[in-house]
């Protein structure tokens, strides 16, 4: 039962053009959401975050949009850099079935971008 | 400098031989968790902690146990390892479930 799904394992994007990233989730009870990115032998690091409570967060090149309805997320990176390859995540956090703590990761999408 | 640490970042073992994972973080952070990342996967929760002597279980628990005696530290013990414990084991730590989390460098653990 995978609650936060990334449909697209990959994804190529031309250096600056725009980049989208997408995000499902099963939940209706998670309130937070966030990107992570993870280069190749590092930890993942936070990107960006969105509460349930807003659509749209944007910060520099990097926005979030929330379609609550739609249980979607998409990450958009404009304009996309070389340096911008790497495996994104989603996250979503909030109340499930057994916890109110817990923070479900999706599966990740690797972003390749081609100067 | 705001980190989280683990120890070791690569261990092989065998079946059967007990072995922790070492995490510690300096930013005072009362959330902390284990992940485990495979591929196709993503990063799945092992466990988390609230705080001090609070810990419950993620989506994975099985074969693993933790404890979190101080709040800087959230150890990962496997009492009896298995090859289908092989994996990249991640520890990371927030101010709470929802805020940002700051991942360790990561354990690459092979269990023969």
């Known amino acids: 039962d995978q609650q936060v799904k990334q449909n697209s394992p990959s994804l190529s994007v031309q250096e600056g053009r725009i980049s989208i990233l997408n995000c499902d989730y099963t939940?209706?009870?998670?309130?937070?959401f966030l990107w992570y990115k993870k280069y190749p032998a590092e930890g993942p690091t936070f990107l960006i975050s969105i509460s349930s409570i807003k659509d749209k967060n944007e910060d520099g090149r990097f926005t979030v949009f929330l379609n609550k309805s739609a249980k979607h997320l998409s990450l958009h990176i404009v304009p996309s850099q070389p340096g911008d390859s790497a495996v994104y995540f989603c996250a979503a956090s909030g109340q499930t079935k057994t916890s109110y703590d817990k923070v479900i990761f999706g599966p990740g999408t690797s972003l390749s971008v081609i100067p | 400098e705001a980190q989280v640490t683990q120890n070791p970042r690569y261990l092989i073992t065998v079946t059967g031989k007990k072995l922790t994972v070492t995490c510690s973080q300096n930013?005072?952070?009362?959330?902390m968790s284990w992940y485990r990342q495979d591929p196709g996967l993503g990063l799945r929760q092992i466990y988390y902690s609230m705080n001090v002597e609070v810990t419950d279980k993620g989506d994975v628990p099985e074969g693993y146990k933790v404890s979190r005696k101080e709040k800087r530290n959230f150890p990962l013990i496997l009492e009896s390892p298995s090859p289908n414990q092989t994996s990249l084991y991640f520890c990371?730590?927030?101010?709470?479930?929802?805020?940002?989390?700051?991942f360790g460098p990561g354990t690459r653990l092979t269990v023969t």
């Open positions: 939940n209706s009870m998670f309130d937070y």
């Open positions: 990371a730590s927030s101010i709470s479930r929802s805020g940002e989390q700051y």
């Open positions: 930013m005072n952070h009362e959330y």
